[in-house]
């Protein structure tokens, strides 16, 4: 992964949670300019402030580094609402799944 990477995640994942970077930034706990650093390449973060950011976007690390989730937030949302599911209600699920995907 080239830093670009990781800076171009940050974003994508900061701008579906809606907030700005300095909103961000304050939030956990750093400086107004932290999060603006590293989405523009100039920083990275430290292992513990790389743990502060993916708490405060509610996603674990392993999320953060899968490229093929946009909205893992949401989509974490929906595995957790899944699991109210009865096994017909899952079969349904998984059809309508199969069906979007193919479109």
């Given amino acids: 992964m080239k830093k670009q990477d990781f800076s171009l995640r940050l974003t994508q994942l900061r701008e579906k949670k809606g907030i700005s970077a300095r909103e961000m930034s304050l939030a956990i706990g750093q400086n107004a300019g932290y999060i603006n650093n590293i989405e523009t390449g100039k920083a990275l973060p430290s ?12 996603i674990s690390e392993y999320e953060f580094f899968d490229f ?33 995907v193919k479109k």
Avoid at 47 to 58: D, N, Q, T, V
Avoid at 70 to 96: E, G, T, V, Y
């Fill in 68 to 100: 093929t989730a946009s909205d893992p937030s949401k989509l974490n949302a929906i595995i957790n609402d899944m699991k109210h599911l009865n096994c017909q209600q899952l079969d349904i699920l998984a059809q309508l799944i199969k069906e979007l």
């Fill in 47 to 58: 292992l513990p402030g790389f743990f502060y950011i993916c708490e405060y976007l509610e």
